[in-house]
């Protein structure tokens, strides 16, 4: 396990998953998990709000077109409880307008190889670590 996954006190760094297909949910849990990190998942926007509302998350990996609350909307309030989280948009439509991916660190394409996601999750880690 590379040291990015740890916080500097040996803390196992949390990343939120958020996606309404849950194929694609546990797919990417999976995944992200055997990188040795700890995962949470949320299947809606809601939920995601009341995960990391209730837990220590170090980044987000969230999809944009979800009912309910799409990914710009969670991001705003995620943004309101943390303003430095970094977080991922992982979609597979079009990219949401410039205002919107502003809110977002990186942007990675549902059809991105794992080692896509990881290093967009470790880029993000490592630049709130250096601010």
């Not at 700890?38 to 995960?51: D, N, P, R, S």
């Not at 170090?58 to 710009?72: F, I, K, R, W």
């Not at 597979?92 to 307008?97: M, R, S, Y």
Request: charged fraction near 15%.
């Amino acid at each position: 396990m590379s040291s990015c996954q740890r916080h500097s006190d040996g803390v196992q760094k949390t990343i939120l998953c958020v996606d309404d297909d849950p194929m694609v949910l546990a797919s990417w849990s999976d995944l992200i998990s055997s990188a040795g990190y700890h995962v949470l998942t949320a299947c809606g926007g809601a939920e995601a709000i009341q995960k990391f509302s209730g837990h220590v998350v170090h980044a987000v990996v969230l999809d944009y077109e979800m009912p309910g609350l799409n990914g710009s909307t969670v991001a705003m309030h995620l943004r309101r409880i943390d303003k430095a989280v970094p977080i991922i948009l992982h979609t597979g439509g079009a990219a949401p307008c410039a205002e919107e991916l502003a809110l977002f660190n990186s942007f990675v394409s549902k059809g991105a190889r794992l080692s896509a996601m990881l290093a967009a999750i470790e880029g993000a880690l490592l630049q709130r670590a250096s601010e």
